[in-house]
């Protein structure tokens, strides 16, 4: 029975992976870790018995051992419970579900620690892409998306990494707003970004995928994951959500992976890799379908994308300014304190008023998002 421990278990990729345990009733929990939601983390402990679990902060915490005090299990709290998460030592793989930069540690951590990664916190990546994937290299452990699209690329390659890649095409459903301009998105309320067409997902990344800044941090992950040049990676709206990505080879070829919008398809092909299991739900009825349209992203009403692209191609700790920016304003547009186009206004401004660090170590990462932070406050003040 393989072992596993996740960060972010109550948040929707781990409330999903540990679906994925339940039906397959071969992988034992070590270890869990969450943020706030203390109900939902001791439902977990209870079900799947984990030895050790960590709340964010320590009123959260106090409450969980009240909760779990019948149980053998230790709870931890803040970054220093998630690094004990991140290394617990009868782990083999991570699943890495935290939202945010806060992953970029326990990431680290855990490789350092002889761990698989299953990657969902794409933070990672997009500001230290640049130390991630040399560190896993020296450690010897694998990384593997759990995101949908960087999945499907997995999923293509799988097989081909002998042939070279031409380009891969990331395919992106539009988000709610897709044909609208920005006149028409002047008063978008929260409740509207919510709505995503295809997918269920988290707060923070349904509002990304509306304004299409989810699909730039995409674009910025893939370049490190697969190796490639940022201009290589060139998104593609498919509205209907079935195509999740594809490759293109150097002959012309073009493989895509198909398949309904759920996520826990590509979780559990992280977890059982390189293997396929049995997966209960909805298949791709092509009769039913009909269709499957495509177009190009629309980088006039949804700015964000070529923002993320300028991010990427200039580097150093650029990439984490758009994402700080990113997560600040979009916390605020979730508190009902910015407007929902302020949003890439907000990122545009931090990028423009930012002086690029070229090969920031993590705790330069860490300094350039709390100047980020900084600076919007004071612009807000």
């Known amino acids: 029975m393989r072992k596993l421990s996740i960060l972010g278990s109550t948040g929707s990729i781990g409330t999903q992976t540990l679906e994925v345990v339940r039906a397959n009733g071969d992988f034992q929990i070590t270890a869990l ?7 939902r983390m001791e439902a977990q402990i209870r079900e799947f018995r984990p030895q050790l679990a960590c709340m964010w902060t320590e009123e959260a915490a106090r409450d969980l051992r009240a909760r779990v005090a019948d149980l053998p299990v230790r709870v931890v709290t803040g970054m220093e419970g998630l690094l004990e998460i991140a290394t617990e030592p009868e782990a083999e793989l991570v699943v890495t579900a935290v939202v945010g930069m806060v992953g970029i540690r326990p990431t680290m951590a855990a490789m350092r620690a002889g761990k698989d990664i299953a990657l969902a916190n794409k933070e990672t990546l997009v500001t230290a892409g640049h130390l991630i994937m040399p560190l896993a290299k020296e450690c010897g452990v694998r990384i593997l998306p759990v995101d949908s699209e960087h ?16 380009r891969i095409l990331l395919t992106a459903s539009g988000g709610p707003f897709r044909g609208r301009t920005r006149e028409e998105l002047q008063n978008i309320q929260v409740e509207d970004a919510l709505k995503h067409p295809n997918w269920s997902m988290g707060r923070k990344i349904t509002i ?6 989810n699909k730039g941090l995409e674009v910025m992950e893939a370049r490190w994951l697969f ?8 998104v593609v709206v498919q509205p209907q959500s079935v195509i999740h990505s594809m490759v293109e080879f150097e002959d012309g070829a073009i493989l895509a992976q198909l398949g309904t919008p759920d996520m826990k398809l590509p979780i559990q092909y992280a977890l059982y890799y390189p293997d396929r299991r049995p997966l209960a739900g909805e298949r791709l009825d092509f009769a039913a379908l009909g269709q499957i349209t495509f177009e190009a992203p629309d980088r006039k009403n949804f700015p964000g994308l ?3 692209c300028r991010a990427g191609r200039r580097g150093g700790s650029l990439p984490t300014v758009f994402n700080a920016a990113n997560e600040w304003a979009v916390a605020r547009f979730l508190e009902r304190k910015l407007c929902y186009l302020e949003i890439t206004d907000c990122i545009q401004e931090a990028m423009e008023h930012h002086r690029v660090v070229e090969h920031p170590d993590v705790e330069e990462i860490l300094e350039a998002e709390r100047e980020t932070d900084e600076y919007l406050e004071s612009l807000i003040r």
């Open 151 to 166: 999945s499907a690329i997995f999923q293509c390659l799988h097989g081909n990494r002998q042939n070279t890649v031409s």
């Open 208 to 213: 990304d995928s509306s304004t299409l800044v």
């Open 306 to 308: 070529d923002l993320a």
């Open 227 to 234: 190796d490639v040049d940022l201009d290589q990676v060139e």
């Open 33 to 39: 870790a969450a943020g706030s939601r203390v109900e």
